[in-house]
Structure formats: C-alpha cells, structure tokens
C-alpha cells in the first residue's frame, strides 16, 4: 500500500472507530428512570434551507429515530437572538435533549437551561466552549491544509486565494487558519488582498471573487470555505470570462450537491455532513444514559475528493 493510501485507511479507521464509540442507546433502565420524558430531541441550525445542515439533520434522525427518539427542528436564521429564543421555546417544550449549530450567540442562555432542566446538550459543527456533554467539529484546519497543500505542491500555485466564512463562527476562524497554516507549511506568502472574508451565501461568493479577480497580481487559485460561496465564485468566474481550472483553479471545503457533475468537475472534500449529525446524536443518547459522564470533543477527519477543477486530469480521493 502507498503512504497516501495507509493515511487514507487510517483516517476512515479513525472515522469508523469513533462512530463505534459513540453509538450510545440509552438501555430500558436508563429509560425507566426519566418517568416525564417526551421522546423529543430539539435540533437547532442557522439555516434550514443549507443542504449541510439538512444532511446533518438526516444523521442526526435516523440514530434517534432507532433508539425511539423524534427531532423537532429550529431555524435560527443566522441570528443569535433567535437562536437564544429557539432554544428557549425547546426546553418549555420539555425535550429530552438539545443538538445545536450555533449561529454565534446563545451559550449563555444554552448553558443556563441545560442546568435548570438537567437537558443533555450538543453543540456540533459551530461549537460554545465549555458548555454541554460533547461537541462535534470537522478537522476544519487539516482539511483546508489538504486543499492548499494539493494546489501548492501537486500544481504549482504561489498565489493562492481563500473565499471565508464568517470569523466568529468555529468553521469560519478555523478554516482560516487552516489556510494559513496551509500557506506557511507550503512555504507561501499570504497576501491579505487574497483573503476575503464572506457569510456562506451564493452571493458573498460572487461580490468577493470578483473582488480577487481584480487584484493586479490575483491569485491563479481559490480554495472556497463552503459550497455555496463556491456556486457563487464559479457563477462569477463563467461571468468574468475567466476558464477554471486553466486561468484559475478552485477547490472547496465542503461538497455542493452535484459537485462531482459540475464542469469541470469539483475538488473538494469528502462530504462527512450525514456524519457528523450522526455521531452528535450518540452524544444525546449517551450523556441521557449517562448522566455524569465527562463531555466529549469529537474532530472529524478529511480526506480529499480530487476532480478536474484544481487541474487533475482524474478523480481519485486522497
């Protein structure tokens, strides 16, 4: 076996070991003891209409829904006031437990109620710190050194531009200074013009690539930190003129729907969105069976789906 194909058996050992572990159900003694459960789980996102947060969702359901468990999803709007509010209306619904995406507000108030009520609570993708029974992230800072690191060493790009999410976010500062340590590690400058900072939408994809397309020197590459800000930048990239990947390579954290069917095809990687919806579950069915068991920090490894729109001729996953 390769040294690239031993770190890929070992990051899908670790993905498969770590599901294993989490796998908690709670036992029907466990049950028996909460006589006023609902059988409820709230769910909270930023933005219901996300295909990562609706993937998620769909991880998350599918282990409740096996250990006799309904969700009851909350919008939040990429608001904090909402947010704080969501998980309020849940816990007066007396749910079981909460799994939340923060939008960048409500530890406070999750912190508080998960105390008053005793409510097991999660945070996943976009953490608090130092509140609730588990977090559950992706390996946001590996996973875009993968991405520099394959334009820089693979194909030979310098000037290398990141499209970001919002900085107050854990998948915002993380995946920039997974780019930046990507960067350094390359041996690569980072120029603060190629850094721009977006708000996941399709929209900041299109206002900041064009915004990179009009530096003198601009980058011949764009790593993108979400799928809908890279719809964004290819939208204006085919707007502009300019031919991906031969004028300008670009690669993506996470996987738009149909990314392999774009054209050219997109480099992105692996989509663990299901995952991590799911292992953030086992957290709830375990901190409900387990009442005194110490929070869990669960990262989430990344492997890489090579396409044609960073420069390969194939696709492969690394």
Not at 18 to 45: C, D, K, M, N
Request: hydrophobic share 45%.
């Amino acid at each position: 076996m390769t040294g690239k194909g031993k770190v890929a058996a070992s990051t899908r050992r670790r993905v498969q070991e770590s599901a294993a572990l989490l796998e908690y159900q709670p036992s029907e003694a466990a049950r028996s003891l909460r006589t006023h459960a609902t059988r409820t789980i709230g769910f909270v996102v930023p933005d219901v209409s996300s295909i990562f947060y609706a993937r998620a969702l769909k991880g998350a359901q599918h282990r409740l829904a096996a250990a006799g468990y309904q969700v009851i999803l909350m919008d939040a709007d990429e608001r904090p006031d909402r947010e704080e509010a969501a998980i309020r209306s849940l816990a007066a619904r007396r749910v079981d437990g909460l799994i939340v995406c923060s939008s960048g507000g409500g530890g406070t108030v999750a912190r508080s109620i998960a105390r008053r009520h005793v409510l097991p609570l999660v945070f996943f993708d976009n953490v608090v710190d130092g509140v609730g029974d588990g977090r559950v992230t992706l390996a946001n800072e590996s996973g875009m050194r993968l991405l520099v690191g394959h334009l820089a060493q693979v194909h030979g790009h310098r000037r290398i531009g990141f499209l970001g999410g919002k900085p107050s976010e854990t998948s915002g500062s993380e995946r920039l200074a997974g780019y930046r340590l990507g960067m350094l590690a390359s041996g690569l400058p980072v120029d603060e013009r190629w850094v721009r900072a977006g708000d996941w939408t399709v929209s900041a994809g299109q206002v900041e690539t064009l915004a990179l397309l009009d530096i003198v020197e601009r980058p011949t590459a764009i790593i993108s930190a979400d799928a809908a800000m890279t719809l964004g930048a290819l939208a204006q990239l085919r707007q502009s003129g300019v031919r991906v990947p031969s004028e300008v390579a670009i690669c993506c954290f996470d996987e738009p729907a149909g990314g392999a069917l774009l054209d050219p095809p997109l480099t992105t990687l692996v989509s663990r969105d299901r995952e991590i919806g799911d292992l953030a579950a086992s957290l709830v069915l375990r901190a409900l069976e387990h009442a005194d068991a110490a929070p869990v920090d669960v990262r989430i490894p990344m492997e890489l789906a090579i396409r044609r729109s960073c420069g390969c001729v194939s696709d492969t996953v690394a």
